[in-house]
């Protein structure tokens, strides 16, 4: 079954870090481009973060500069290091798998994860 | 950064009715657009790729139009099932600046 897992949520203090992961089975792993989505309680989707298949990544200004995604592929995993966190920042955050290759656009996101709940309050 | 424009906030249809569920962009994105469907406390589900391509499993009363920057989602006979929110996603260009819609909530009439 293909499947994403995410974790590492929680409640942190506005300015603390957090470390997301996201654990990719039943697929190539490696081949695909991912990505971090989150949504704000009782708001619309906002993407956060992108790595391709070269492990380039992409952030909206939003986060640029604060967040960090990696990829392990030996691991099958998705990363996303969180810094300076915000109040804003609070929302469910989820993976997603689009497929690669589809240059000069991107993809739609096909597979996503249940998502990881992270709370910025003091 | 594309804007995405999704019409109506909320629209109210009755099981066995048809939906048509709308979403502008600011400027074009050719077919580069995805329709997700999202029940409370669930993950997004990918419905339509391409503007108009049925994602791996989804029923054939769900059906994309659209390119450049206006399409639409149509769902031809509700069911109890359906009632859900529905969020438009540009993809146009790569490197990625990915935008949503604010999405539409679809109730029961």
């Known amino acids: 079954e293909v499947q994403l897992v995410e974790s590492g949520g929680g409640l942190v203090q506005p300015g603390g870090s957090l470390r997301l992961s996201c654990a990719a089975s039943?697929?190539?792993?490696?081949?695909?481009?991912m990505h971090w989505v989150r949504q704000a309680p009782g708001k619309g989707l906002e993407w956060v973060s992108a790595?391709?298949?070269?492990?380039?990544?992409f952030y909206p200004d939003s986060v640029k500069g604060r967040f960090t995604i990696s990829r392990e592929n030996n691991k099958n995993s998705l990363y996303l290091q969180m810094n300076s966190l915000r109040v804003g920042d609070t929302a469910m955050y989820y993976c997603a798998r689009a497929p690669s290759g589809s240059y000069p656009s991107g993809d739609a996101f096909d597979i996503w994860g249940q998502g990881t709940m992270v709370t910025v309050s003091s | 950064e594309i804007v995405m424009t999704q019409s109506p906030a909320t629209l109210s249809v009755s099981p066995g009715e048809r939906a048509t569920l709308s979403c502008r962009a600011s400027q074009s994105v050719s077919s580069n657009l995805a329709w997700y469907q999202q029940k409370p406390g669930q993950a997004p589900r990918l419905l339509i790729y391409r503007a108009s391509t049925r994602a791996t499993g989804i029923p054939a009363r769900f059906s994309g139009s659209g390119s450049g920057t206006e399409f639409t989602l149509t769902i031809s006979s509700l069911q109890s099932e359906d009632f859900a929110a529905y969020y438009c996603?540009?993809?146009?260009?790569?490197?990625?600046?990915?935008?949503f819609g604010q999405g539409t909530k679809l109730e029961i009439k």
């Open positions: 996603h540009q993809y146009n260009n790569w490197p990625p600046t990915y935008t």
């Open positions: 790595i391709g298949t070269q492990s380039d990544t």
């Open positions: 039943g697929f190539t792993f490696s081949r695909y481009d």
